[in-house]
């Protein structure tokens, strides 16, 4: 159905961006013009639909009073105790009919009113222009009574001239802001819609003769270490740059010898733009993007991209963000090894922009475009196949380019994300190479690389991209032609993702592979006081798509998940790899650009997971790519016959913009000699006593065969167990219905086992009890023995296990699983201090670590499984040491896998009286399913025979 407003709200509806904004230009602080910021608390007023009130509120003297008040910037409905409306989240379904350029009559205009004076030393000579840096998704301005106009592209500057509307005191600023809009078309971006001003809002002083727009042209000569520094100005000045004694006209171009700016080593020089009437500082990084030998190159040398898709995004603001969350992003970005980020899916704040070109990010800066929604209707009526767009679609672009066009961090422009293709994608590629043919274009929808200077995908395959690396996947001869890089893979969400070592090994293996961008930087959490954090649906939206919106390395609070360490790891700047018997380390600079000379390394030897000695390790300022092998000392002479192992660590040398001295880079673990496994004679035997059973220190239930207690600990019986609460890419993707292995699981009823008795067997040296674990309605099975024996102080448990039938999905998890009537603290001897899984534990660290049972959980914020520890060789908890053979993996919890899979917040998560406990012997893998691969076959948990053992002591 389509909607129609009145006459005086068509501009709703119209397609063209709006009318009265000034030309873009370029983002800057002026050295001498003032600026009146105009945040703050706002008057508001809320109507249902964009006709609903009349436009008397913009005059002055309106009274206003009555009228309820929002932070800007801000979303009016983040504000109000839901007095406002709530936040809508779809993937990509539009929550409004399709049926463009039209939105739904009922539609939530926020009307803005800010009464304001003039600071008294505000010039009077000169303009002004009002500066919007982002409102979503349509606005109409008035200052004073006089209309300005009105303008789409939420997160794109638009700004005004109001100089001559100015007055000394009592200035009304009106914004009339529609949340739906012919805009909205271009922004289904997968993320929550939320209306209103939610970047700064600024009154700018325009002096005579100050600077209008400019663009700083700085490229580097890699062969004769030489930038060439041009800055084309609208307005004649002079522009210097004192370090390198520069001094030249605007227009002018002068090559001196310079250090290049590169991500790794982001080179800035301070220099000054001066106009007649105006001085603007700039920040000038000298370096060259080209498309040369089918590679993307900077300053000579391909790129390897090691990056992250990320999305504006605060857990209470929404998408308005301030300096120190901005800041917080991009200094957890280069702790964790991270080297690039795609602005996904628009331009972000410029301040973001900022910091990348100070700490060192290579960015794709992506235009404010999706119209996703439209392949529901198979690209029909598609806006960027449809002329009458173009000039909306042109104008993103040049709103874009011309506000960052300056930024050294930006290596590639992109058109947008999932719009299909069509002319006015075609036409924004050729208007921006045209503009800026000094950086790249992508675009991932582009397969056939028309418009694009990159061969980009999302969540291709592991073969798929060996295929491409290899120049085997096809296409047309200009893509085979250009280098490859996933602009999207690893599907963030919940528990994950996998598969990361592997992605990270092809890249490194083949030229063509230019690395990626993990889908995404962090979890869009709405801060709940009930549910802690909501996603879709927990505000009664029509549409949702759940916790599809919950997909980030790091969560909410920017806590950074098991994902980001992993990540960390997986994309180290050097790889540090040894032989332990030999005393042997092999450091590899695995950098584009930077020598390893800010780095200090140390090794320390470990016995038995606790270090015995350590010291400071000389390693050569490897150039990048360059590899060396080092000696180690000799081991330390040390008693004990336990596990050995080296730990060999690269650590910042002094401190940095981004961290302190001695933060660890990277890391390297190699064993010294092999583990003792855990063994002793069976020299008791299991003694009948009337209702129970005696061996060693154990008691058991004579009928059933169950453990009941050790020593003086009293231990729910263990058994074995299959089932782990699925998690978000166990569930996978909807258009991947045959490897959703989470839904196959509980159609197989692998949540529901039941376990029959089969026979319990007292004999000399053991007590044997076995049973058959199978799921109601179906003819599969595992028959399981346990065999427990002891040397009056110690028990073992040997588990067997071995499938009955036709078994055609792997298994979640095998192992056994019994509870513990008391344990908080946890100590662990095997990988930590987090969570690790089969394809998830390249981070997992070997050493002596502790915990509480709370500390364990991973707080996914769907529940799922989560805080495994892997390749443990003994663990202490609630009075008992349990030591494995072989390692395993270790679990604990207050709330047994059931109540975890039924739980659809944290807040359902009731603790209870006992902590469940699972010993695994193997896990399923986790992959990255719920958008991508599943885990890849080598870490399948097939079900076929194995063996494992445990054993039990008490720790008083």
């Not at 129609?4 to 800057?28: C, F, H, I, N």
């Amino acid at each position: 159905m389509s909607y129609r407003t009145s006459p005086s709200a068509d501009y709703v509806e119209d397609v063209s961006p709006g009318r009265g904004a000034l030309p873009p230009r370029a983002w800057y602080a002026s050295s001498d013009a003032p600026s009146l910021s105009l945040n703050g608390s706002w008057r508001f007023r809320l109507s249902a639909t964009a006709d609903a009130e009349d436009d008397a509120f913009a005059e002055p003297g309106y009274d206003a009073g009555g009228w309820a008040e929002v932070a800007v910037p801000g979303h009016w409905v983040l504000q109000g105790d839901g007095a406002f409306g709530s936040p809508i989240y779809t993937n990509h379904l539009y929550p409004f009919p399709v049926d463009p350029p039209h939105v739904p009559t009922e539609n939530p205009t926020g009307d803005h009113l800010r009464v304001f004076d003039l600071p008294s030393d505000w010039p009077s000579d000169g303009g002004a222009v009002l500066r919007f840096d982002g409102v979503e998704s349509c606005a109409r301005v008035w200052l004073n009574g006089t209309e300005l106009g009105e303008f789409k592209g939420s997160r794109l500057p638009h700004e005004f001239a109001v100089g001559h509307l100015l007055k000394p005191g009592g200035n009304v600023l009106a914004v009339r802001v529609h949340q739906w809009s012919a805009g909205s078309y271009l922004e289904d971006q997968d993320q929550w819609w939320l209306p209103g001003i939610f970047r700064d809002v600024t009154l700018l002083h325009r002096p005579a003769g100050g600077v209008g727009d400019f663009f700083v042209h700085a490229s580097y000569d890699h062969t004769t270490g030489e930038g060439t520094l041009r800055v084309d100005s609208d307005v004649d000045g002079r522009v210097t740059v004192p370090a390198l004694d520069i001094d030249i006209a605007t227009g002018e171009s002068v090559t001196v010898a310079v250090e290049p700016w590169t991500a790794e080593t982001p080179k800035l020089y301070d220099g000054v733009l001066a106009t007649e009437g105006e001085r603007v500082p700039l920040r000038i990084g000298f370096r060259t993007v080209v498309l040369e030998d089918g590679l993307i190159k900077v300053n000579g040398r391909a790129v390897l991209f090691k990056g992250v898709n990320r999305h504006e995004w605060h857990h209470e603001k929404g998408r308005a963000l301030d300096l120190e969350t901005m800041r917080e992003d991009v200094l957890l970005m280069k702790r964790h090894n991270l080297n690039a980020v795609r602005t996904s899916h628009y331009p972000p704040h410029p301040a973001f922009l900022d910091l990348c070109d100070e700490y060192g990010l290579w960015v794709i800066d992506e235009c404010d475009l999706e119209t996703h929604g439209f392949t529901e209707q198979d690209w029909r009526d598609n806006p960027v196949d449809d002329d009458r767009w173009t000039p909306a679609l042109l104008d993103r672009a040049a709103r874009m380019v011309e506000r960052d066009k300056n930024h050294p961090s930006i290596v590639f422009w992109s058109l947008g994300n999932e719009a299909g293709t069509g002319r006015g994608l075609t036409a924004m590629a050729e208007w921006i190479h045209d503009r800026d043919p000094e950086r790249l274009v992508h675009y991932e929808g582009d397969w056939n690389c028309r418009d694009t200077d990159v061969y980009s995908r999302m969540y291709a395959f592991h073969d798929e991209v060996d295929k491409i690396g290899q120049r085997l996947d096809g296409g047309t001869r200009k893509r085979r032609e250009l280098p490859f890089i996933q602009c999207e893979y690893g599907h963030a969400m919940g528990n994950g993702p996998g598969g990361l070592a592997d992605y990270q090994e092809l890249f490194e293996k083949y030229e063509r592979l230019q690395g990626g961008f993990i889908w995404e930087w962090i979890d869009h959490g709405v801060k709940h006081p009930e549910l802690g954090y909501a996603y879709g649906g927990d505000f009664g939206e029509e549409l949702h798509d759940g916790n599809f919106v919950c997909d980030g390395l790091v969560f909410p609070d920017r806590t950074p998940s098991p994902g980001l360490v992993e990540y960390k790891k997986v994309i180290e700047p050097v790889h540090i790899e040894g032989d332990g018997a030999n005393g042997i380390v092999r450091v590899t600079n695995k950098q584009d650009f930077a020598d390893l000379s800010a780095l200090a390394f140390e090794w320390s030897c470990q016995v038995d997971g606790e270090t015995v000695e350590s010291g400071a390790l000389a390693v050569p300022a490897l150039a990048p790519g360059e590899s060396a092998e080092v000696k180690l000392p000799e081991p330390p002479v040390d008693g004990r016959g336990g596990e050995r192992q080296w730990t060999v660590r690269a650590l910042l040398a002094d401190d940095t913009l981004w961290a302190a001295k001695d933060h660890v880079v990277a890391w390297g673990q190699f064993a010294a000699g092999a583990r003792p496994l855990p063994s002793f004679p069976a020299t008791d035997r299991p003694v009948r006593e009337a209702d129970r059973i005696t061996l060693g220190p154990a008691e058991f239930d004579a009928r059933t065969g169950a453990l009941r207690s050790i020593g003086d600990v009293e231990v729910s019986a263990p058994r074995l167990d299959v089932w782990r609460a699925p998690t978000d890419n166990d569930a996978g993707a909807e258009w991947q219905t045959d490897t959703r292995y989470g839904m196959l699981w509980r159609t197989l009823g692998l949540h529901r086992m039941r376990h029959r008795l089969v026979s319990v067997e007292a004999g000399d040296d053991a007590l044997t009890v076995r049973t058959r674990v199978a799921p109601a309605a179906r003819e599969v099975g595992l028959d399981t023995v346990y065999r427990w024996t002891s040397d009056g102080e110690r028990l073992r448990l040997s588990v067997s296990v071995t499938p009955e039938g036709d078994w055609t999905v792997p298994l979640p998890r095998l192992g056994v699983r019994f509870g513990l009537a008391q344990a908080d603290r946890v100590e662990w001897f095997g990988g930590g201090p987090g969570e690790a899984y089969p394809d998830t534990r390249t981070a997992s660290m070997i050493g002596r670590w502790q915990s509480s049972v709370d500390e364990l959980q991973t707080p996914y914020l769907r529940p799922q499984e989560n805080g495994a520890r892997a390749d443990v060789r003994w663990v202490e908890l609630g009075g008992l040491r349990i030591e494995g053979d072989p390692e395993f993996w270790f679990t604990a919890r207050r709330w047994t896998t059931e109540q975890l899979d039924a739980a659809r917040h944290r807040t359902d998560l009731t603790p209870g009286d006992t902590v469940w406990v699972n010993l695994d012997h193997g896990q399923h893998g986790i992959g990255s399913q719920s958008c991508g691969p599943g885990p890849l076959p080598q870490y399948f948990l097939k079900a076929e025979p194995a063996e494992f053992a445990f054993v039990f002591s008490t720790t008083t």
